[in-house]
Every structure is written in structure tokens, then in C-alpha cells.
């Protein structure tokens, strides 16, 4: 709503001398005849309240020689009535709920701001001032104090309030329009409108929310076809001269902050035109008023888009506001002006300015009609004015330190004699406008709001924790290869002296079935909180655990191959691959790797980082890569050595049965590619904690294969078939 509105749309606290404040103040005197309409009602506190029940005012003639004398305003708005009665109704319920202000009365003092900036400084001083039409000039100080600095709006959405420097004491219960315009540019990206016109009034709510909008979306590539300001009162050559900058516009998109009472002469006049085929886009203001889906702009505003407040029923409300009926007391006249609005009728007690209008006939009943006055499911803007109300009414009760008291019980349950200033009302307010707030602030880093967005919370943290199931199955897993290894071990040991043993090179053997020990256990590094250690070592344990593995594989291949051709006469090739090179030759693949980390390391090193991306109110804890390409070139050199231990394999798979450990170690390497080729595009697809849990997976199963793969069939042998585990049986000459 405009910058006007700060006055125009908001609740103000009036304090009577019998709940005493420690400011004095010599009033102030009233200049001029000013007697607005107003709805009173007596009380303890004083709750003062500007709405904007007319749209149309006429611009006072400031000839400074006279008096300046109060217009009457036009164009009732049945919708503002509706908020006007929700703080009778909200101040009501608070004066019958015997657990908040005991033993308070609550008040109010309420009047017309007819939308205009004028008009709403002339009610808010009258508010201040505690001015009324049967008081004179000079009374004013004897009226109840004023805390006239502690405002509440229900609709000033302007974003130019935010800034506490200029505004240290003013709420609302209402968002600012830095979110609106937000959601408004991302509107013209989702539909890809680019060229767009926008409209505005005089007020700082169209200026600053259209300067926003347009900043942002020329950030976003698009561009501003026209710009049209609609003045306070328009003239009809104003208004015609607008339809016409529309009319010859080519943008089809309008973008209009304004206030419906605002935009009446000139959408009345697009509709006389009948310029059709535009899409209007709606500020909160006017995207929800039931004035502009009169009949006659249907044709126009047909289709058009906005975002409105988030709505809320109110318990007893709707009954609330069927129980009014017009009245001849004087105290009545809003409720007459609604009457004859809603029926298009007139009382015979009325103003007598709707002379052409039929008498009202006593029949008419607003359970029968429908409009917005009527419309209660969901409220908006009047579940503003019922949470604003709320708030004074909670502030109060921590200032006065209430304390509930029993329905029928006479004693008063507040501190009425205690003193106050404003600027304790004020910070009471901020105490209770956490149920309330919407002058969103930014939580800190890792911290999220709460489920009623009132509080910022910590994030969760996520990681794969050894006490979930999955970690559980993932460590039990581990922990079993580890068994299964050096099981195989002991037999190994056991029965070190046995030809099937000797023959597959019990050196190379227990060398690689520690570096399979190596593998299962590296993969509990990646279990548990992770730390700037652990994201350092997880990945270099793994690299060079199974380098040294596939390295220890890859020496048995060529000793395999070699020992078949040894049996060529002249061949040599075996004896100068002995065992003095082969551990020269796994511990050079071994420290390939191991330089490929520690320069991995010392240049761009993995680091913890809290995720925060996947899920709000979640920290998904995990190593992330400076130079990713590190991580997959340590992979790479795991996979170079494994395709050459797979070809040299595959070669010799054909080999007479004595060699037969070549077709073990193929079916082996076979697994080891399935396992990993399928590994890269699930670790990059895998969310958050799952992209470990990939990992890990691939460890043990690749571990698993080559465990199996490799020694299950010698411990078969060894174990249950000891008749083949003989000179003879590994030659294949043992006797049938």
C-alpha cells in the first residue's frame, strides 16, 4: 500500500489516564472545523484505527485565507468495512477473554482515512489529539495521552518502511513488497514475458515497488515498454491519455500497483474502449477486490494475475459481521453507509445524499447477499487487523504484567498503576510480533525458520552415521570382509606347504589378502561425522588400498603368464621377473598413486562443507572436491592398472589347467569393471548422505569380487577337495 498509508492503514495505541504513562505532553490545539465520522467506543486503553472506507476524495483548496473544512468523501468500500469491523470484532474478544488483559477494558477509536493522504493526516491527528465532534478547540490536553509512535499497519506493504532508521518504531503485520516484487519478476520468467508496461500511482508504495520491479527484471533480460503514473484525482484527459499510451503500446503485459478506488476511472474507461487481449498482473492492493469483477470488466480484466496475502479463517467472525443493522444513533453511521451501499437503498435517517436510491424497506438480510463484505473464508487483509489488534493486546498484557484471573472472580489482574513510556510499548510489541512478524529477516548461516516462521532454528545435520540402518549394514559389511580375509588367511598359512598354495605364489597371496583387509576397512573412514581429516584420508586410503590390490592381481598375471612361457626352451623371462622385481614392480604402481594423492592433497584438497541445497531445515555434511577431476584421476590410474591386469588375464585364459588362476582373475576383473562402471553415474546422481553410501558399496563389492573370485575356489580345494591339492592333482595325472 502507499507511503501515505503509514498513517492511512494502521492501529494506534491511546492510553487513558487510569493505566497511567510516564510521558507528559502539553497536547496539541486543533485548527479548523474538522468533525469526521467516527465509531467509539469507551474504555481503559484506547486502540485508534484509520481505514479506508471511502475510495474517491476530493483534493482540499488550500486558499490559506479560510478555515480549512472537511469534504465528505465517495465510493464506499464494502471490503474496508469488513476490516474496519474485524478490529471491533478482534477488540470484542479480547474484552471477553478473561486470560488476557483481566480486569482491562479495551476501547477504540476508529475513523474514515478515505485513502487519501490528506484525509488520513487530518484522522490521525484527530486520533492523536483524542479529539471529537462535541469536544472545542483547546481540549485536547485534557484527553488521554497519546503513544501515538508505536503504529501498527494491517496493508502499508511499501518496501521504503524496512529502513528503521527513518521508521525505528513502525510494525505491520503485513509483508513487505520486497517479496511480492520477487515473486513477480519470477512470474515474467516463468511465462517468458519480456516486454512489459507498468503502471503506478503518486505514492511511495507504486514508486518503490515499480523501481524494484523493474530493476529486477532487467537483471532477468527484460525491458519496460511504458511507464504510466495515475494521479491521486485523476482528470478525465489524465485518464484518456493513459488508455491512450496503453492503446498504442505493443506490450501485452501490464504490470499496475495501485489500489482498486485508484484504478475505477481508469479501468472504467479501458472498458468503454474495450481493450481487450492485455494481461493485467495484479499488486496484492487490488488482486483480490471484488469491485473489479463487476460484470463491466469482465471483458478486460479477465485472466488477470497477482499474488495475495496468505489467508486465514477467524472463529465467530462471519457470524460477527451478519449481526450489524443500521441505526438512527449516531454512533451508526458507518453501519447506515455500509447498509445503503450493500442494498443500494436509503434509510430514511441517512446523510440524505443518495436521493435517487429507493427507500430501504426493513426486509433486507445479508445472509441473502453475497459480496465482499460477506466473504469471510479465507480473510486476508482482515486477518492482518485481528493479528495487529492481537499484538497490542498481548503487548499490553506483558507490560501491565497481567495475570490470568477467573471468570467470576472481581479482582483485577493487571498492574494498572504501573508507569510506561512509548518506547516500552514498542519494545513489548517486538517481544510478542514474533507470532506475527512479517518483516522477514534473514536467519544466519545454517539456521532455518521455524514451522510457524517466527524463530530461526539450527539445521539438522545429515550424514551417514554409524547408528542408522544403513551405516549399521554398511560397517557389518565391512567388518565381515575383514573376517572373510583373514580367514582365508589362516587357511593359507595353515596349509603354506601344500602345492596349491605354492604354486599361486603364497607371497603375492598374503600380500594381496592384505591389501583386500586394507579395502574393507578404508570404507569405514567414509562412516561417521565427516571432518577435515576424514575427507582428507577417505579418499586417499581407498586409492592406494586398491592400487596396491589390483597391483599385487596384476604381478600374479604376470607371473602366470611368464611361468607358462618359462616352460619354452631358452625362455628366461621368468627368472628375471623374481621376486625381488615383483615387489619392486607393486611398490612403483603403489607409489604412483600414492604421489597422484599427496600432490592431490597439497594442491586442492577435499574440505567439509555443509550442503544446504537438497532439503530446507537439512545440512547434509559432506567432503567436497576443490578439483573433482583429482578425485577421478585416482580412480583412472585404479582402472588403467585393472584393464591391463584384465588383457593380460583374458590372454592367458586358455592356458593349460596347471595355470588356471588366469581364468579366476578375468572373472574377477570382470565384476571389478561391472561394479565401478556402474558406480560413476550413481555417485553423481546420488543425493546428499546416498552419494557415500554409493561408495562405500562399490568398495565392499568390488572387494568382495575379488576375494571370491580369487580364493574361494583354492580354499574349496584346500578345504573339502584335499585329493586335488596334491603334486599330482594340480598337474592333473592324479589317478581316476
Same mark, same amino acid.
Given at each position: ?84 469491523? @474485524? ?151 489524465? %485518464? ?18 495501485? @489500489? ?20 493485467? =498482473? ?153 507470532? &506475527?512478524? @512479517? ?24 550424514? &551417514? ?24 588367511? %589362516? ?146 590410474? %585404479? ?24 581364468? &579366476? %582373475? ?8 561391472? =561394479? ?61
Amino acid at each position: 500500500m502507499p507511503m501515505g498509508e503509514l498513517v492511512v492503514l494502521a492501529l494506534f495505541l491511546f492510553i487513558w489516564p487510569r493505566v497511567r504513562s510516564s510521558e507528559s505532553g502539553s497536547g496539541c490545539q486543533r485548527l479548523g472545523e474538522f468533525a469526521p465520522q467516527v465509531l467509539e467506543l469507551d474504555g481503559d486503553v484506547i486502540l485508534g484505527g484509520l481505514f479506508p472506507l471511502h475510495y474517491i476524495a476530493l483534493e482540499p483548496d488550500h486558499a490559506f485565507t479560510d478555515h480549512v473544512l472537511h469534504r465528505r468523501c465517495s465510493g464506499f468500500d464494502l471490503r474496508a468495512f469488513r476490516w474496519f469491523m @474485524t478490529m471491533v470484532f478482534a477488540i470484542e474478544e479480547i474484552n471477553r477473554n478473561p486470560s488476557l488483559l483481566p480486569g482491562v477494558k479495551l476501547g477504540y477509536r476508529i475513523l474514515d482515512s478515505c485513502d487519501h493522504v490528506h484525509t488520513s493526516l487530518q484522522s490521525m491527528f484527530s486520533l492523536i489529539n483524542g479529539s471529537s465532534s462535541t469536544q472545542r478547540e483547546g481540549s485536547a490536553s485534557s484527553n488521554p495521552h497519546c503513544l501515538s509512535r508505536a503504529p501498527i499497519s494491517y496493508f502499508a506493504t511499501c518496501t521504503c518502511l524496512t529502513d528503521k532508521r527513518v521508521y525505528p518504531s513502525f510494525l505491520r503485520t503485513v509483508p513487505s513488497d520486497v517479496f511480492q516484487v520477487r515473486a513477480l519478476v519470477q512470474l515474467m520468467v516463468h511465462f517468458d514475458w519480456r516486454w512489459v508496461g507498468t503502471m503506478g500511482t503518486e505514492d511511495d508504495y507504486s514508486r518503490y515497488g515499480i523501481q524494484a520491479f523493474t530493476e529486477q527484471l532487467k537483471e532477468w533480460g527484460g525491458c519496460v515498454a511504458f511507464h504510466c503514473t495515475i494521479p491521486k484525482v485523476p482528470t478525465l484527459a489524465q %485518464i484518456s491519455a493513459i488508455a491512450d499510451a496503453l492503446e498504442a503500446s505493443t506490450a501485452r503485459v501490464v504490470v499496475v500497483f495501485a @489500489t482498486e478506488g485508484q484504478l475505477m476511472g481508469l479501468l472504467s474507461e479501458v472498458a468503454r474502449r474495450n481493450l481487450t487481449g492485455w494481461q493485467w =498482473v495484479a499488486s496484492e492492493a487490488w488482486v483480490t477486490a471484488r469491485v473489479l469483477t463487476a460484470p463491466e470488466f469482465q471483458h478486460v480484466l479477465a485472466g488477470t494475475l497477482g499474488f495475495s496475502f496468505r489467508g486465514a479463517n477467524i472463529s465467530g467472525l462471519a457470524e460477527f459481521l451478519l449481526r450489524v443493522r443500521p441505526s438512527p444513533n449516531s454512533g451508526s453511521v458507518f453501519s447506515n453507509l455500509f447498509w445503503e451501499e450493500q442494498f443500494n437503498c436509503r434509510l430514511p435517517y441517512g446523510d440524505g445524499e443518495r436521493l435517487e436510491r429507493p427507500l430501504c424497506t426493513g426486509l433486507e438480510d445479508l445472509e441473502q447477499v453475497e459480496s465482499s463484505y460477506t466473504s469471510v473464508y479465507p480473510v486476508r487483509v482482515s486477518y492482518n487487523v485481528y493479528k495487529g489488534v492481537y499484538a497490542i493486546g498481548h503487548a499490553l498484557h506483558l507490560l501491565l504484567q497481567c495475570t490470568p484471573m477467573g471468570q467470576q472472580s472481581d479482582q483485577r489482574g493487571c498492574n494498572n498503576d504501573s508507569q510506561f513510556t512509548s518506547e516500552q510499548v514498542i519494545e513489548h510489541f517486538l517481544l510478542f510480533s514474533g507470532s &506475527l512478524s @512479517t518483516e522477514c529477516i534473514k536467519c544466519p548461516l545454517y539456521y532455518w525458520s521455524n514451522n510457524e516462521r517466527v524463530a530461526c532454528v539450527a539445521g539438522i545435520e545429515e550424514f &551417514l552415521s554409524f547408528q542408522e540402518i544403513m551405516g549399521i549394514i554398511l560397517v557389518t559389511l565391512s567388518l565381515l570382509g575383514v573376517a572373510a580375509a583373514s580367514a582365508v588367511s %589362516i587357511i593359507f598359512f595353515l596349509f603354506r606347504a601344500t602345492p596349491i598354495v605354492k604354486a599361486n605364489n603364497s607371497e603375492l597371496s598374503f600380500l594381496l589378502l592384505l591389501s583386500l583387509k586394507l579395502c574393507f576397512l578404508c570404507s569405514l573412514v567414509f562412516v561417521g561425522r565427516p571432518s577435515l581429516w576424514a575427507c582428507q584420508v577417505r579418499q586417499v586410503a581407498f586409492g592406494i588400498s586398491f592400487v596396491l590390490c589390483i597391483s599385487c592381481i596384476l604381478v600374479k598375471t604376470i607371473v602366470v603368464l611368464l611361468a607358462f612361457h618359462a616352460n619354452i626352451p631358452g625362455a628366461t623371462s621368468l627368472k628375471r621377473f623374481g621376486p625381488p622385481q615383483q615387489r619392486a614392480f607393486i611398490v612403483a604402481c603403489t607409489a604412483g598413486q600414492a604421489v597422484l594423492c599427496i600432490a592431490w592433497l597439497a594442491l586442492a584438497p577435499p574440505y567439509l562443507y555443509k550442503n544446504t541445497s537438497y532439503q530446507d531445515g537439512r545440512i547434509v555434511l559432506e567432503c567436497k572436491d576443490v578439483w573433482p577431476l583429482g578425485f577421478y584421476m585416482v580412480l583412472g590410474y %585404479i582402472g588403467l592398472l585393472s584393464s591391463v591386469c584384465f588383457v593380460l588375464a583374458f590372454l592367458g585364459r586358455k592356458l593349460p589347467d596347471t595355470f588356471n588362476e588366469a581364468k &579366476l %582373475i578375468t572373472f574377477s576383473m570382470l565384476i571389478f569393471f561391472a =561394479v565401478w562402471i556402474s558406480f560413476i553415474p550413481a555417485y553423481n546422481s546420488s543425493p546428499g548422505k546416498y552419494t557415500v553410501a554409493v561408495e562405500i558399496f562399490a568398495i565392499l563389492a568390488s572387494a568382495f569380487g575379488l576375494l571370491l573370485c580369487i580364493f574361494i575356489p583354492k580354499c574349496y580345494i584346500i578345504l573339502l577337495r584335499p585329493e586335488l591339492n596334491t603334486k599330482k592333482g594340480m598337474t592333473g595325472k592324479a589317478s581316476k
